[in-house]
T-cell receptor
């Protein structure tokens, strides 16, 4: 158990809908990262927050957004969902901006 | 353009023998490298890392070697155990690149350790 929690574990929704994925980092970790893993793809970095501020952006679509709250938990919002958004979404946390990252169990999103 | 490549999608090794997983990178700005292990239905688990100022780092049965001139790193597992069967991801980051500390992952190598 990495200490990073993600909810929900599974999410099934329809095209065009909007969903929110939630992540609670390990106690004391200030950085939160979001990754997407599609079929046959490695983990693709989406976005990083550090102590409430956006720090780095990767291949994140404009339909996706994220935020980190004062209690350091983070939410990833996915809107106007398409079939291709079906994937595993992982959250990771680390104490600082560039330590080893510890991953949560992931949320499996299925868009029908 | 894939900056971190794991060219072997799968590897089978007998229990007790050495497992060698390879990783190549193209971005010369990368200066910190990590290996993660992933079991099905779980998130990746951090295994071992190495900074570019070193060429070897050891932790128990796991050793990572870094060859900067060849832009190549490898993970050695000795002796391999059935519980090591998992997908192994190589990752790299550029610590000095301002505002960009994200990990770039390879696509993974599935290791099967045969009893």
């Amino acid at each position: 158990d990495s200490g990073v929690t993600q909810t929900p574990k599974h999410l099934i929704t329809a095209t065009g809908q909007r969903v929110t994925l939630r992540c609670s980092p390990r106690s004391g970790d200030l950085s939160v990262y979001w990754y997407q893993q599609s079929l046959d793809q490695g983990l693709q970095f989406l976005i990083q927050y550090y102590n409430g501020e956006e720090r780095a952006k990767g291949n994140i679509l404009e339909r996706f957004s994220a935020q980190q709250f004062p209690d350091l938990h983070s939410e990833l919002n996915l809107s106007s969902l398409e079939l291709g958004d079906s994937a595993l979404y992982f959250c990771a946390s680390s104490p600082h901006e560039y330590n080893e990252q510890f991953f949560g169990p992931g949320t499996r999103l299925t868009v029908l | 353009d894939q900056q971190v490549k794991q060219n072997s999608p799968s590897l089978s090794v007998q229990e007790g023998r050495i497992s060698i997983l390879n990783c190549d990178y193209t971005n010369s700005m990368f200066d910190y490298f990590l290996w993660y292990k992933k079991y099905p239905a779980e998130g990746p688990t951090f295994l071992i890392s190495i900074s570019s100022i070193k060429d070897k780092n050891e932790d128990g049965r796991f050793t990572v070697f870094l060859n900067k001139s060849a832009k190549h790193l490898s993970l050695h597992i000795v002796p391999s155990q059935p519980g090591d069967s998992a997908v192994y991801f190589c990752a790299a980051s550029a610590l000095k690149r301002a505002g960009s500390y994200q990990l770039t992952f390879g696509k993974g190598t599935k290791l099967s350790v045969i009893p």
